[in-house]
């Protein structure tokens, strides 16, 4: 009964209800764009290229983009390449003057930034668009296409692609800015959740109808689903709280001297400082190895391609692990600055209990950091390569990337994030929020 109050409590305040509202309509339209094919190409012929993205790595860029991919569909591309240009920025910033400067210069700064991001997504689109129509031109009968003249098809189908991320990342900052936050990452998520509904319905006629294993097997599944999920929420949330005590500060009023400040607070360092972001890297990487060795015709060469496009397969979840780990440590170096915080303490008067602020407070913080990186690196990389462990129970494959890796990662990330948006709204005008414990975490630097 307090859930359904709760929801009544969220249509009571004007501008939350809104901002729902507007955030399920942009992505309705994002959903309905993902459905509208390519013009000049014939939707009853997509069959081939449905069958390709079945599995592998091209699978797993389907199910991002929301089936969008295989339906070629104008949406094709998602905003795949709007997350490509913000990593290829971030990790331009590390190297680049320019870039570094921009950061420090606060809110002017962050929107040359972002422009930046827009002006190179549109680049790697217009990349990425020629290879997707090549791709389509190999993997669909020539009766699929129903323009005579080739350039002019490719020719279109690049500008509606590029047009097609555009908008997307345009309804994405929409979501942000008037919805309820998070526009890019529920984007996203909303295009993962929609061939989920599919994937378990064929994994259930699989079990069911050919006698393997039957509904026990689904309720098996089910259960360990419902634990990775668990287990993934425990890591996103998971914090080291560090106590940080303040100086006492006297004043002299009027008539008596007042005493200020002196209490503990504490700075929660996540356990997973840098969220989804090491997998998506190491996908990344991924699409490497397949690539050059796809160069050669040697026997090894093969070997190395069809190992790396496995994504089910030991090799490549071993490196891939491993990499996940290495930019796991990477990534959160780039995105916690420990010397900032010990910085930020020392002017507020703030100081860790038997520690020297300054360097000290630096070094004790970024040791921290180290120690629960390692179980935090270690805990996802387990969690990405457990598709492939739970494949062995004869899981099928689009059933099976729901038990772990980018996608699962994201779907809870995105919704705690989401709840916590609402539970902010709802706190602040004094309802309780959607989860029991729906305070929010306050980080003191």
């Excluded at 319905?201 to 006698?211: F, G, H, I, P, T």
Aim: with cysteine; hydrophobic share 50%; glycine share 10%.
């Amino acid at each position: 009964m307090k859930f359904f109050d709760t929801l009544k409590n969220i249509w009571k305040i004007e501008e939350l209800k809104n901002r729902i509202l507007l955030t399920l309509g942009l992505l309705l339209v994002y959903r309905f764009g993902a459905q509208v094919v390519l013009p000049g190409v014939d939707a009853a012929a997509l069959d081939s290229l449905a069958r390709q993205t079945d599995g592998g790595l091209l699978g797993l860029l389907n199910a991002f983009t929301g089936g969008a991919f295989s339906n070629a569909s104008v949406f094709a591309l998602g905003i795949m390449p709007y997350i490509s240009a913000s990593i290829v920025v971030q990790l331009m910033t590390i190297a680049i003057p320019y870039l570094q400067k921009l950061q420090k210069e606060g809110e002017s700064g962050q929107k040359k930034i972002t422009q930046i991001t827009r002006w190179l997504t549109i680049g790697i689109t217009l990349v990425q668009g020629p290879g997707y129509i090549y791709n389509l031109f190999n993997t669909l009968p020539p009766n699929a296409f129903l323009l005579e003249s080739s350039f002019t098809f490719v020719a279109s189908s690049v500008v509606i692609l590029t047009t097609g991320c555009i908008f997307a990342m345009w309804l994405g900052e929409r979501i942000t800015d008037k919805g309820i936050g998070n526009g890019i990452s529920l984007l996203i998520m909303v295009g993962i959740i929609a061939t989920l509904p599919q994937a378990f319905l064929q994994e259930l006629s699989s079990r069911v109808s050919e006698s393997n294993g039957g509904l026990i097997m689904i309720l098996i599944e089910l259960v360990i689903w419902f634990v990775i999920i668990y287990a993934s929420i425990m890591l996103v949330r998971a914090v080291r709280q560090i106590p940080v005590q303040y100086a006492r500060k006297s004043a002299s009023g009027k008539f008596e001297k007042q005493s200020f400040g002196g209490a503990r607070q504490f700075i929660p360092l996540k356990l997973n400082a840098s969220g989804v972001m090491p997998i998506i890297f190491a996908q990344a990487i991924m699409f490497i190895p397949a690539a050059v060795a796809g160069l050669s015709e040697s026997d090894a060469a093969q070997g190395v391609t069809a190992a790396f496009q496995d994504i089910f397969g030991f090799w490549y979840n071993l490196v891939f692990g491993l990499l996940i780990v290495v930019f796991t440590f990477f990534y959160t170096a780039i995105t916690v600055p420990t010397n900032k915080m010990a910085d930020d303490l020392k002017r507020s008067g703030g100081f860790i209990p038997g520690i020297r602020p300054g360097s000290e407070t630096a070094e004790f913080l970024d040791r921290i950091m180290s120690q629960i990186t390692l179980p935090g690196s270690i805990f996802l990389a387990i969690i990405a390569v457990f598709p492939a462990v739970i494949s062995l129970l004869g899981v099928q494959q689009g059933w099976a990337l729901f038990f772990g890796g980018t996608s699962l990662l994201i779907m809870v990330g995105v919704a705690i994030d989401t709840i916590e948006q609402v539970n902010s709204y709802l706190l602040n005008r004094h309802y309780d929020g959607l989860m029991k414990n729906s305070k929010n975490r306050k980080a003191v630097a």
